[in-house]
Structures are given as structure tokens and as C-alpha cells.
């Protein structure tokens, strides 16, 4: 809502800072329409990818959310105010500069998602690749993105200004908007393809581990034009209009800076560390981007169905929704807030997993991502470590899928690294049934929660496990004790998966 805010008053504002270079009623120069078109659906892309929730930029990176608002929204206010009371400063910025400027925030952008990007193992041989908390030189390119996007107002304001000067009809002004829109949607399918490389074939494959592709680009298109249409304009003179006038204007800017601060700092909320105790209530919950059965929203619905059983511990998957392709919605964010657990996201989302978040009641430590051979999904598994009293647990959150062989390979890894884990918790979406080699491997070393209670897969209510339903697992170590093991089927689970949850004590 505050982007969308700022962004009328942008538009407004960006429209005042150019005069036409010949205000004296003769034909005005119309060159650069189309170009200038193009580069407001640019600028309105931009927004739509980075900069309408730059919350995303948290998930990117594992920076501060709160700091990363912040920020953003302060050279925001600051910027806006210095248009409303000095209109004609930014007129007055040399074509040079504003062309490095640009190529600067290019820059920084495509390098915050590299900075982020891993090689994945080339094949199935290849050793896992570990991820940890990033070290602090991976954020400079961040700092440097946040210090130069104000950049694109200026850029907006040219190309506004072009089409202001040259007061175009609707037909003039439509093959820009609709080359524009074009560029748009095929932006958004090369994000899209970088998460779904193995499915669209040949097309697809070329997108694997690209998610920096569409913003170069994009911003390149925008660097480009604005160096090109920035010599069709002059600065417009300083206005005369009282300051006193513009009061209102800079109030209800500074209002919603302040409410932004506000909400900001209300989305990182945990409760108190639960008692020492020797059980768990530990939950694999496969929400589908927080989408029920028949793919409409259904994210309260989830979080009600989350109260009811009141886990210690979610695993959750298919939660990779904080990306342009599925709206920057981010729901693990929304559900660790609600509940006041700890969290943690796992893989980036430059990375191209569906996600592999954990959420828990008690401290997350030792947090990390492993990724393992794919060669359809990405396959990043999340480890985290819990101490309840005494014990010390030891996480693993899973989504594999692909191949035979790349799932294989993910069981290799899970056992090598659990190998030396008194007290494991294995959960998630397998995407292995009960007959499959990768499955059979991780239970002979593992008991199985469902399994235990009920050897049939059918339990005292005549719910049948023991076929193609059954993806979703829960692992543990054999000394550990599973008090009850439920499964919630869809439509009821609020997914196109079965939820998942069991009590484990010891």
C-alpha cells in the first residue's frame, strides 16, 4: 500500500520536473515516444519486481528485513521531498553522470543475486554444496543497490517528461506500452523458467541458476534509453510556487513513512522458549505456495489448521512464494509472525528451490542449506539444531524430486550427514513411497512415525497410508518414541498434500 502511494505521488511529481523546450505554441518534438513508453512499463517492472515489497530483498539474501525497509523507505521519503520542495535540482544532473549512476545500480543489483548464487553439484558424484549465513562482504553489493535505486525516480522523470512534451495521442503511445508489456511478460517467464528448469524442455533448461537474467535486462533497457532521451530534455527552472503550499503534501508523505516504520517493526515476533519437556509435536506441512486443493488461496485457513495442533516444530515445503512469479508473497514470513515462532526461510530464492522453511518454538541454531545433484528441481534440504531440556535435536527439513538417481543420491547425503545425529527429526515432502530404493535406504537406518504406530499403513480409523498417498514422511531416530502419528487428507489439509504431524517423545 505505501509503495503504491508513493508511486501516485511519483507519477506526479515526475510529471513537474521537465518543461518542453519550446514553450512558445509551436509544434513540439516528438521523437523518443515509443522508447519513452517502453521505459515506463520499465521503470513500472522494476517496481512490480524489486521494489513493491522490498521485503524480497530479505530473501534473497538473509539480510534484515526491518533494516532492508527501512532503509528503502527513507531515500524514498527523502527523495520525494527534495522533488515536491526542489523541483528543478534533479533537471540539473549531468547526462554523464546519470548514465554511471544507472550503470552503478545495475551493478548492484545483478551483484546482490550473484553474491547469493552457488554452483550446484554437475553431477551425481559431485559432493554436496553446504550454504551458511552469509559473510558480511556478500552484502556490499546490497548496501550499494539500497544507496543507488533512486536512481530510477530520475529515470522516470525522463521518460514522463518525454511524453509530457510531446503530448501524445493514445495510438502514438500504444506501440510503447504494448512492447513494453510484451518485454514484461517474457521477463516474467525467465523467472519463472529458473525455478522450473526441468519441465519445459529445451526452452526451459537455459534458465537454470539465471534468476539474475531478467533484471540485467531490465535495467539495462532502462540505462539505455534513459542515455538516449536524456539530451531531449532541459532542466525546468526553479519554481515559483510558496513552499508553504507543498505543507500537506511532504505531511502525508512523512505519515506514511512513519506507518511503514511502524508495521515494519511488527513483523518479527517470537514467543518465550517453552519449558523443558520429553515430547515434541513435530509437523511436515507441504502448503503449495499456501494454495488449497483446487489452487485458490488458503493461507488462514493454513495457519488455523497450524493453532489447532499447536506443533513445536514445521517443516515447511513448497513455500518459495516470496518471488515475482507467485507476487512477492511471503507467507513464512506472515505465518512465523502470527505464531511467534522462530524461523528460518532455507534456501535463498535466487537459488530456484520451492523452499524448505522450519519453524519452531525453540531457538533455531546452526542453520544451513545442502544442496545435492538435481537434474530436474533444484533439491535443497534445510538443517537446523533445537535443544528441549537436555537433548539436543537435529533438524532436516526435505523436498527431493527428480530422477531415481538424483533422489538416491539425496538419500546417500541425508544418511552421510545424519550420520553422527543421536537425537534426528527427517521431515518433509519425499516424494518417495514406501517401495521406492531412496525410501527403503533412509528406513533401514531410520523409523518411520506413521509406520511405527501403524505397520499396516491403515490406523484405527480405517485411514489407508500404505499406497501412493504417502509422501510426505516423518524420520526419526530409532531410540525415540512416536506417541501419535495423524495425516490430514485434502481438502481438509488446505493443500494439494496430506498434512502431516506426529508426537515424539523420549
Known amino acids: 500500500a505505501w509503495i503504491g502511494w508513493l508511486l501516485a505521488l511519483l507519477l506526479g511529481v515526475a510529471l513537474t520536473q521537465f518543461k518542453w523546450k519550446d514553450d512558445t505554441g509551436e509544434p513540439q518534438e516528438r521523437t523518443g515516444i515509443t522508447s519513452a513508453s517502453v521505459g515506463v512499463v520499465s521503470i513500472l517492472t522494476l517496481f512490480f519486481f524489486l521494489l513493491s515489497s522490498p521485503g524480497v530483498i530479505a530473501r534473497w539474501t538473509e539480510g534484515n528485513y526491518r533494516l532492508i525497509v527501512i532503509t528503502f523507505s527513507s531515500l524514498s521519503l527523502l527523495w520525494l521531498l527534495l522533488t515536491l520542495y526542489y523541483p528543478g535540482w534533479v533537471g540539473k544532473i549531468n547526462p554523464s553522470l546519470l548514465t554511471s549512476w544507472n550503470i552503478m545500480f545495475t551493478l548492484s543489483v545483478v551483484g546482490t543475486i ?9 553431477g551425481p558424484g559431485s559432493p554436496a554444496v553446504v550454504v551458511c549465513s552469509p559473510a558480511w562482504y556478500q552484502q556490499i553489493p546490497l548496501i550499494l543497490m539500497i544507496i543507488t535505486f533512486p536512481v530510477i525516480f530520475v529515470d522516470l522523470g525522463i521518460f514522463t517528461g518525454i511524453i509530457s512534451r510531446a503530448r501524445p495521442t493514445p495510438r502514438e503511445m500504444a506501440p510503447g506500452f504494448l512492447l513494453g508489456s510484451l518485454f514484461l511478460v517474457l521477463l516474467i517467464f525467465m523467472n519463472i523458467f529458473s525455478n522450473t528448469w526441468g519441465y519445459v524442455e529445451p526452452i526451459s533448461t537455459f534458465f537454470r541458476n539465471k ?7 531490465v535495467l539495462g533497457l532502462v540505462t539505455i534509453l534513459t542515455a538516449f532521451l536524456r539530451r531531449h530534455l532541459s532542466p525546468s527552472p526553479e519554481s515559483s510556487e510558496r513552499k508553504s503550499s507543498l505543507l500537506v503534501p511532504g505531511i502525508i508523505l512523512t505519515s506514511i513513512f512513519l506507518l511503514t516504520l511502524m508495521f515494519a517493526s511488527m513483523t518479527d515476533r517470537t514467543v518465550q522458549q517453552p519449558p523443558a519437556k520429553d515430547s515434541l509435536v513435530v509437523m511436515t506441512y507441504n502448503i503449495q505456495q499456501a494454495n488449497d486443493i483446487y489452487g485458490e488461496k488458503s493461507y488462514e485457513e493454513q495457519l488455523a489448521l497450524i493453532r489447532e495442533v499447536g506443533p513445536d516444530i514445521i517443516g515447511f515445503q513448497e513455500n518459495d512464494s516470496t518471488r515475482i512469479s507467485l507476487a512477492n ?3 513464512i514470513r506472515y505465518y512465523a509472525n502470527k505464531l511467534g515462532y522462530h524461523t528460518y526461510y532455507g534456501p535463498k530464492t535466487v537459488t530456484g528451490t520451492y523452499g524448505t522453511a522450519i519453524l519452531s518454538k525453540y531457538p533455531l541454531e546452526n542453520l544451513r542449506t545442502v ?5 530436474q528441481d533444484e533439491i535443497g534440504t534445510t538443517e537446523a539444531e533445537i535443544t528441549v531440556g537436555d537433548k539436543r535435536f537435529i533438524i532436516f527439513n526435505v523436498h527431493p524430486a527428480g530422477s531415481d ?4 543420491v539425496f538419500a546417500e547425503s541425508l544418511l552421510s550427514r545424519a550420520a553422527n545425529a543421536e537425537n534426528l527429526l527427517a521431515i518433509g515432502d519425499y516424494n518417495l513411497r514406501g517401495w521406492e530404493d531412496a525410501y527403503l535406504l533412509i528406513n533401514a537406518e531410520y523409523k518411520n512415525a506413521w509406520m511405527d504406530l501403524y505397520p499396516t499403513g491403515i490406523n484405527e480409523h480405517g485411514l489407508d497410508m500404505s499406497g501412493e498417498n504417502r ?3 516423518i524420520f526419526l531416530s530409532p531410540h525415540l518414541i512416536v506417541e501419535e502419528a495423524v495425516y490430514v487428507l485434502p481438502p481438509e489439509s488446505w493443500t494439494d498434500h496430506p498434512v502431516h504431524w506426529a508426537v515424539i517423545s523420549w
Open 405 to 408: 538417481l538424483a533422489k538416491m
Open 371 to 375: 544442496f545435492t545433484y538435481s537434474d
Open 329 to 331: 508473497n511471503d507467507y
Open 471 to 473: 509422501i510426505d514422511h
Open 114 to 122: 550473484l553474491a547469493h548464487t552457488i554452483q550446484f553439484p554437475p
Open 211 to 217: 534468476f539474475w537474467l531478467p533484471f540485467l535486462l
